[in-house]
């Protein structure tokens, strides 16, 4: 079974950064996977935040835009999500996942706390 550990989170001033990483082990298929972050807040769903494609192809959500870069790294099957200029309203349990063909993955989660 495929397994997604995420790491990184944590608490940070509003303004600081955090780099968020997902190791995926029990597989060689890394590389074709489209890779995603998720969130989600207390009380809300879970929500796309960047995603990136076997390719390398990125999209972000449009709160994402601007201060947030998902990376990946096959051979390290690692995907990576830098958040800079963090806000209060990042605040989140942040998901990794791994899509292939029909099937998805994710990982425990990590929690970032931005606060004063």
């Known amino acids: 079974q495929v397994q997604l550990v995420e790491s990184g989170g944590g608490l940070v001033q509003p303004g600081g950064s955090l780099r968020l990483s997902c190791y995926v082990s029990r597989t060689n298929l890394f590389s074709t996977y489209t890779m995603a972050w998720y969130r989600q807040a207390p009380g809300t769903q879970r929500e796309l935040v960047a995603s990136i494609t076997s390719g390398g192809s990125t999209a972000y959500a449009d709160s994402a835009k601007g201060r947030c870069t998902i990376s990946r790294d096959n051979f390290k099957k690692t995907v990576y999500l830098q958040m800079n200029s963090l806000k209060p309203e990042d605040t989140a349990v942040y998901y990794c996942?791994?899509?292939?063909?029909?099937?998805?993955?994710w990982g425990q989660g990590t929690q970032v706390t931005v606060s004063s």
């Open positions: 996942n791994a899509q292939f063909r029909s099937y998805a993955y």
